[in-house]
T-cell receptor, first 112, second 112 residues
Framework: GQQVMQIPQYQHVQEGEDFTTYCNSSTTLSNIQWYKQRPGGHPVFLIQLVKSGEVKKQKRLTFQFGEAKKNSSLHITATQTTDVGTYFCVHISNFGNEKLTFGTGTRLTIIP | DGGITQSPKYLFRKEGQNVTLSCEQNLNHDAMYWYRQDPGQGLRLIYYSQIVNDFQKGDIAEGYSVSREKKESFPLTVTSAQKNPTAFYLC???????????FGPGTRLTVT
């Protein structure tokens, strides 16, 4: 099965620097979700975006859904060591043909 | 204490044997999912179920089987037909197909 590409695949940042991961689709999405998976753990839900152009914030995290509902981004301001993990976007489509696909993930490493 | 449980945490089997992984939730969720995660990779959908007594194939269903006889339970059988069964298996549930997913702690299956 096809997986959704996220970029970058890996990101190493100095603590305090910003971080962004991008998620792209060739098809229009019903909604998009973001999850975080700590090393050795299981994915934990962060946010769901539904509306075109939607922007949501959670403390230092900013999530965006593109105007055409085909791409999304997660931006972390001033990273901390607790931000370490892999961030996944999940494409969900229920326009007639149900489709749920996890992105390939971006693994974030923080350099203290 | 509501949640989703998977057992066992680690499972070892000989090649050629079928093995069943347990997944139970007490969140009263209608939808349940099984994913496979390989080292350094994203999650790939094996099967999902949106309602009791009904389930659909995901992207990599070959070599796997499921049942959904009860709302709370969604066991996954890894059959001997699965060519590369060694992986980390994650179960999840949500209120609806497009809703926030809650993940269990996962089962690491090793087949030798």
């Amino acid at each position: 099965g096809q997986q959704v590409m996220q970029i970058p695949q890996y990101q190493h940042v100095q603590e305090g620097e910003d971080f962004t991961t991008y998620c792209n689709s060739s098809t229009t999405l019903s909604n998009i979700q973001w999850y975080k998976q700590r090393p050795g753990g299981h994915p934990v839900f962060l946010i769901q975006l539904v509306k075109s152009g939607e922007v949501k914030k959670q403390k230092r995290l900013t999530f965006q859904f593109g105007e055409a509902k085909k791409n999304s981004s997660l931006h972390i301001t001033a990273t901390q060591t607790t931000d370490v993990g892999t961030y996944f976007c999940v494409h969900i489509s229920n326009f007639g043909n149900e489709k749920l696909t996890f992105g390939t993930g971006t693994r974030l490493t923080i350099i203290p | 204490d509501g949640g989703i449980t998977q057992s066992p945490k680690y499972l070892f089997r000989k090649e050629g044997q079928n093995v069943t992984l347990s997944c139970e939730q007490n969140l009263n969720h209608d939808a349940m999912y099984w994913y496979r995660q390989d080292p350094g990779q994203g999650l790939r959908l094996i099967y999902y179920s949106q309602i009791v007594n009904d389930f659909q194939k995901g992207d990599i269903a070959e070599g796997y089987s499921v049942s959904r006889e009860k709302k709370e339970s969604f066991p996954l059988t890894v059959t001997s037909a699965q060519k590369n069964p060694t992986a980390f298996y994650l179960c999840a549930s949500s209120t609806t197909f497009t809703g926030e997913q809650y993940f269990g702690p996962g089962t690491r299956l090793t087949v030798t």
